[in-house]
């Protein structure tokens, strides 16, 4: 049985910083590209940061850019979303996800975070930013 938890949401100041952890079981997170979402309150969820399972690139949506960094540990089956100099906007619940076969945050022109229905998802973590 596949199993995704998040863990180290929590309430941070505007500019602070916060580790978002992905631990995987019944699932080799090394063959596949994880995907960090978010949700806020009243909004759609949106993707946040792809890494796949092999190339060094990672990808980012434009509204966390240069703030945020993902990594894999491979050998802890886990995946970290390192996020900085956080903002009011950023507060949502966020979540790790993945799907069966799929490797990749992009085919060509094709987006996964964007279109594709990924099939394993953890339970989500909060992370409040707030004075």
């Known amino acids: 049985q596949v199993q995704l938890v998040e863990s180290g949401g929590g309430l941070v100041q505007p500019g602070g910083s916060l580790r978002l952890s992905c631990a995987a079981s019944?699932?080799?997170?090394?063959?596949?590209?994880i995907v960090w979402f978010r949700q806020a309150p009243g909004k759609e969820r949106e993707w946040v940061s792809c890494?796949?399972?092999?190339?060094?690139?990672?990808y980012y949506a434009n509204s966390v850019k240069g703030r945020f960094t993902i990594s894999r540990d491979n050998p802890e089956n886990t995946v970290y979303l390192h996020m900085s100099s956080l903002k009011v906007a950023d507060t949502a619940v966020y979540y790790c996800?993945?799907?069966?076969?799929?490797?990749?945050?992009?085919?060509?022109?094709?987006?996964?975070?964007?279109?594709?229905?990924?099939?394993?998802w953890g339970q989500g973590t909060q992370v409040t930013v707030s004075s």
């Open positions: 996800a993945a799907a069966a076969g799929i490797s990749d945050c992009y085919s060509g022109d094709y987006s996964y975070p964007d279109n594709y229905e990924y099939d394993y």
């Open positions: 890494i796949p399972s092999s190339e060094p690139r990672t």
């Open positions: 019944g699932f080799t997170m090394e063959t596949h590209a």
